[in-house]
């Protein structure tokens, strides 16, 4: 890494000016995009301009180089789940980012803090030996369970502690400030894995509406620019979790990443997590699909969740005599609800009842007569007493057609 002061023509107010805004290191300056740097307040087109082109002649990045002298310096995290680490090609790689989106539950924080820890191991043992940063934008981070998953991985859970720089974000502006500043953990205190835990949560509610669209996606390309920069500068791995929205086309539904392209576009790999097409609802389980990648076949495998993280089995792989310390949880109380997330949800609104084997139009009407519009309120009908209310129609029959919606919104 080159100091910013070894660039030719750069004076001691511009460094300073540079730090702030996050770029703190040649290299850094020297991926920057030139409007990104001529927007910092003091700076100027001419002077990003000069600025910038001196650190990319410095850092020989005005030439073109013989594809056989590049050296790809991957490095590879290990997820805590093999199968995990095998349709990703190894684990989360350095230098990328990894975005892994999937409804509420599916497992995207648990991931997170697995690989905040499993980063700490040694290079022996599938980690890079360093520190961490954690962006926490839901109020989701633990510090018990990051000290569960250390002591699954044999590591000292203070030391892992003091290796971790948690920040609770608050605002989507706030998050784009704590990413600048991430950088300079990459540079100050070695910080070799960034995580993202919700890139969008925020965005999504304080950008609402299509009028807000153009502005939303500015904000976002600027951070994933800058997330983009930290990855390549410091060989850094950038692991995001993302939300899904729902897109209803006609009577089917599918779950989608938010953000659209620029996300999309910006991480190398792409991971969807999935909760459903399990039999038992009270199932740990989960599936990963490598949705994009440049170099990976589109392959899936399932994982758990357990009291200490991403594993491969529901037990984890938890040394036998620190299991009272993680044990005493039950799936039960902890997973009441695995159709909770949006995409139950939208269907149970929007799915016309005429689409639920057994109703026609005119039994449609009549249900809708007695105030029952959607599969939500016909499953939440008493049969009996609807029965009674609509002639001609048995409690038998309300049975069927609820067994039917069920059927029809995998409930
Ligand atoms: N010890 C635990 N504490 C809390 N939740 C747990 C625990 N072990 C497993 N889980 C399960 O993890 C799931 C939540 O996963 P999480 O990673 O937070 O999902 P996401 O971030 O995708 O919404 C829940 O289904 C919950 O039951
Ligand atoms: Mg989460």
Not at 23 to 49: F, R, W, Y
Not at 123 to 142: Q, R
Not at 234 to 252: P, S
Not at 365 to 375: D, H, K, P, V
Request: aromatic residues 4%; charged residues 25%; hydrophobic residues 40%.
């Amino acid at each position: 890494m080159s100091e910013l002061s070894q660039i030719k023509g750069i004076n001691a107010r511009q460094i300073k000016l540079l730090q702030e805004s996050g770029v703190s290191t040649a290299e850094a300056l020297a991926m920057s995009s030139l409007n990104v740097i001529a927007d910092i307040d003091g700076l100027g087109d001419k002077t990003a301009k000069k600025l910038v082109w001196n650190a990319r002649n410095a850092l020989g990045m005005t030439e073109f180089v013989a594809a056989e002298s590049i050296n790809e310096h991957v490095e590879i995290i290990t997820t805590g789940s093999q199968a995990l680490n095998k349709i990703l090609g190894g684990g989360v790689q350095t230098g990328k980012l990894t975005e892994v989106f999937g409804p509420f539950k599916s497992g995207k924080t648990n991931l997170a803090h697995t690989i905040a820890v499993s980063a700490q191991l040694p290079l022996s043992k599938g980690g890079l030996d360093c520190a961490v940063a954690y962006i926490d934008t839901e109020n989701t981070f633990s510090k018990d369970k990051i000290m569960r998953i250390a002591k699954r991985f044999g590591l000292d859970p203070k030391i892992v502690l003091t290796r971790l720089y948690h920040t609770r974000i608050y605002s989507s502006d706030h998050q784009a400030q704590m990413i600048q500043k991430a950088e300079n953990l990459c540079k100050s205190r070695g910080v070799r894995l960034l995580v993202v835990d919700s890139l969008m949560a925020l965005m999504r509610n304080e950008y609402m509406g299509i009028g807000m669209l153009a502005r939303r996606q500015q904000v976002l390309n600027n951070m994933i620019h800058a997330l983009s920069r930290i990855a390549e500068t410091y060989n850094c791995a950038i692991l995001l979790t993302n939300q899904v929205a729902t897109k209803m086309m006609g009577m089917f539904a599918a779950d989608d990443a938010i953000g659209g392209n620029i996300v999309a576009h910006g991480c190398h790999f792409r991971v969807m997590f999935k909760t459903k097409g399990f039999s038992s609802n009270n199932s740990l389980k989960r599936k990963a699909i490598i949705v994009d990648a440049p170099d990976l076949p589109p392959e899936e495998c399932e994982f758990y969740i357990t009291s200490a993280g991403v594993s491969d089995s529901e037990q984890g792989d938890i040394p036998d005599n620190d299991r009272e310390d993680i044990d005493g949880f039950e799936i039960e109380t902890l997973y009441e609800d695995s159709e909770g997330d949006e995409l139950s949800e939208a269907k149970l609104t929007t799915i016309p009842l005429v689409n639920v084997k057994g109703i026609g139009k005119g039994t449609a009407e009549n249900l809708a007569e007695q105030g029952i519009t959607s599969i939500e309120s016909l499953l939440s009908a008493n049969p009996d007493d609807l029965a009674g209310k609509i002639s001609g129609l048995s409690s038998k029959k309300i049975l069927e057609m609820q067994e039917n919606a069920r059927l029809l919104t995998n409930i």
